[in-house]
T-cell receptor, first 111, second 111 residues
Framework: RKEVEQDPGPFNVPEGATVAFNCTYS??????FFWYRQDCRKEPKLLMS???SGNEDGRFTAQLNRASQYISLLIRDSKLSDSATYLC????????????FGSGTKLNVKP | DGGITQSPKYLFRKEGQNVTLSCEQN?????MYWYRQDPGQGLRLIYY???????QKGDIAEGYSVSREKKESFPLTVTSAQKNPTAFYLC??????????FGPGTRLTVL
């Protein structure tokens, strides 16, 4: 079983829509969770960290569900510029300096 | 400006050649990482280093080598033993296993 799994999509949504992605992880002791955004042929860029209490940054909300071992990313009022691949990243507790990446979920926001 | 730089942006290699990819950071981060990304796939860890003069193999280290003689630098050599080296190579750094920051990447193509 992979450490981190994501639905590859693509998710095709109209501008202004709300869209949500989930990401499951296999190590129940994992401590750190992140969402990154990757544009085509570019490097991943940090979107937000995911805390136990959840966190919100403008139109983006991230949640952690430890019982079911998944994290989620909610995007409200989608913009054309949100079109990208969203990567889920997990840092397992057994190796604090090692990160596992999901293969990403592709989002296409259309006019 | 603080950040991570990678060079070259594009690299072409003939079969049987060794090539070295550069990664430099001025963020004063202890940990540095090399990942490989293939089309439509997630990032896979090649090597990582938690401190100067120390590094560990990641999940796909065969055919690659690294050095960490300075805190700021973590070059990756792709040797002729790597049978399928064409990929997008990403270098990252982090403080204490927290958030990773990526360089712009190097696209390696084998001719």
């Amino acid at each position: 079983r992979k450490e981190v799994e994501q639905d590859p999509g693509p998710f095709n949504v109209p501008e202004g829509a709300t869209v949500a992605f989930n990401c499951t992880y296999s190590n129940s002791a994992s401590q750190s969770f992140f969402w990154y955004r990757q544009d085509c042929r570019k490097e991943p860029k940090l979107l937000m960290s995911v805390y136990s209490s959840g966190n919100e940054d403008g139109r983006f909300t991230a949640q952690l569900n430890r019982a079911s071992q998944y994290i989620s990313l909610l995007i409200r009022d989608s913009k054309l510029s949100d079109s990208a691949t969203y990567l889920c990243v997990v840092n397992p507790s057994y190796n604090f300096n090692k990160f596992y990446f999901g293969s990403g979920t592709k989002l296409n926001v259309k006019p | 400006d603080g950040g991570i730089t990678q060079s070259p942006k594009y690299l072409f290699r003939k079969e049987g050649q060794n090539v070295t990819l550069s990664c430099e950071q001025n963020l004063n981060h202890d940990a540095m990482y090399w990942y490989r990304q293939d089309p439509g796939q997630g990032l896979r860890l090649i090597y990582y280093s938690q401190i100067v003069n120390d590094f560990q193999k990641g999940d796909i280290a065969e055919g690659y080598s690294v050095s960490r003689e300075k805190k700021e630098s973590f070059p990756l050599t792709v040797t002729s033993a790597q049978k399928n080296p064409t990929a997008f190579y990403l270098c990252a750094s982090s403080i204490d296993g927290d958030t990773q920051y990526f360089g712009p990447g190097t696209r390696l193509t084998v001719l």
